[in-house]
């Protein structure tokens, strides 16, 4: 009966440490580890960059990021459900060309060609989730399948339809100046012009953020990311929550796509590649891990941030551009590093 | 809610075969309210047949299993779940990158509000996990740790407080204390007891260790080779019978004479 007395030692340290320090609680937080990435790489150019310092280029520094940001909070989303996304990059593009070459060549209607578009996007991402719980495949080699299947479609079919590598005009069309207000547009704050992808942006990733902490489907989200077969096993529809994790990726997509489109009012087919590999950096530099369970929208805001920053600083201190993906690299590799020892703290137990 | 002598699980002669391979013969079992019902053997023994059975994993093809004294043939856990027989797993339906409270309710989450704004209720749901973690007796400071930091006798007290409050009549708990140090063992030994007396419920408590089986069991089960081989309550055996017949009965003295050749032995200590 000794370890059962022994044990009671437990039972005597109550409830003391009922109220974890607010500091503790914010160095457990995943997106810790990239606003502090945040505010160095910000420091960094501020420091090394005269015209980063100005609001305007901030301004383009966040429109830089929220073109990223846009499908990384999406495809952080998917990767705390424990998934990867490769087709993202692509899929934009194949987004914008399917609405620009249904609304141009085939239906004459700018809102048919988008509709159309969207439905394409989803059904890309409904395709990935199905094909992962059917075939049981990594989700890196069903994604890098349609990924490669994408960029050949998106040429080829875009040169089977308007003979060109990129689509037709769009902005005269009917409907055009509407839809560029609704996805395109910019408005003016303290004198400088800002563009509503940059709202957009924040406002998915603060809804995403709420849908992971504070909904049902966010706790399933975690769990089925975490260890799936646990999930499983108190009923969570484990595929299910796979397939929409995908298909709001889709979305995510779309959305992007139609930016694009809109911003530049022809698509190049053989754009996007190499993009889903930034949205899978900015997860990751903003916390979530590869194995999934793990991870935070926000984070992933913080990520693009982080690029977005890197990008334009990169041509604010007047370097050759090249010089971008070497920090991007950098970047990634010193904020997993980063993030894994902060987890390590975090989960170790706080004494 | 003290022991009463209402059988929640009645098994008669229940076996189960597969090809001529038969992995369980003839066994009878009768879980109480309130009490503990101890069944141990070697590996191959049939005491994971006998809970898959019990928990509804696979149906038995002899004799009969009544639950309330209605006989029954399940297909799948669910229906064991739905009435009341919830099985808890050495690999625990735990998530251990999850928090404390998010674990303990997954898949019955409590919600407010509607609509688009449906959301969990997280106060009620971190204030019912901390009241019924408490009520176990283990001391987690921060329901908002992961379920990872936690030692495993903590997790394993976890999971059966989940169980138990999600209505659990009948408990099976598979080796709870198998991969646990002296403390954590405790532990959850002291748990179980607890869900037994205080709150009723008929615990199936399958382990390898005697010590752990007397220490809280009120009936003991000793299954060889897919049959019974001791079926007997508390106040008919002690421990150094329980060690003998779990060391391997008669079988194990010819072993210990064979090895020592000779030399004095002392059988029932080998356990």
Known sequence: MN????????RVARRQVQQTPLWKRILKRPEVGALGGVILVFVFFYVMAPPFRQLSALSTVLYQASILGIPAVAVALLMIGGEF???????????????????????GNLWIGMLLALVLSLGIGALNGYLLVRTKLHSFLVTLS??????????????????????????????????????????????TSVSIAIVYWLIFAAIATWVLLRTRIGNWIFAVGGQGDSARAVGIPVKRV???LFMVVGFSCWFTGMHMLFAYDTVQSGAGIGNELLYIASAVVGGCLLTGGYGSAAGSALGAFIF??????????DWDPDWFMFFVGAMLLLATVFNGWLRIRALSRSK | MTSSNTPIIQ?????????????????????????VTCILGDNGAGKSTLISIIAGLIGHDQGTYAVDGKPEHFTSPRQALDLGISAVYQTLALVPLLSVWRNFYLGSEIRKGSGLFKRLDVKTMQQTAEREVERMGINIPDLEQPVGTLSGGQRQVVAIARAVHFGARVLILDEPTAALGVTQSGLVLRYIATAAREHGIGVIFITHNPHHAYMVGDHFM???????????????????????????????????????????????QAA
């Open chain 1, 3 to 10: 370890a059962i007395t022994e044990s009671v030692e437990t």
């Open chain 1, 85 to 107: 996304d490769l087709s993202a990059g692509v899929a934009v593009v194949s987004s914008s060309l399917a609405a620009s070459m249904f609304a141009t060549e085939v239906t």
């Open chain 1, 146 to 191: 349609t990924f490669l299947m994408l960029q050949g479609l998106n040429i080829a079919i875009t040169k089977l339809v308007t003979g060109n590598v990129a689509t037709a005009d769009i902005s005269g069309m009917d409907g055009f100046d509407l839809g560029q207000r609704i996805f395109a547009s910019s408005f003016h704050v303290f004198g």
């Open chain 1, 242 to 244: 796979k397939i929409g």
């Open chain 1, 308 to 317: 977005g920053m890197t990008t334009e600083g990169v041509i604010y201190a």
């Open chain 2, 11 to 35: 098994l008669t002669n229940v076996g189960k075969s597969y090809g001529n391979i038969s992995a369980l013969r003839d066994v009878s079992l009768t879980v109480r309210q309130g009490e």
């Open chain 2, 222 to 268: 000793v299954l060889a080779r897919g049959e019974v081989e001791l079926d007997t309550p508390r106040a008919d055996l002690s421990l150094e019978d329980l060690m003998f017949h779990m060391a391997g009965g008669a079988g194990l003295n010819a072993l210990q004479h064979e090895l020592h050749r000779g030399e004095p032995t002392t059988a029932g």
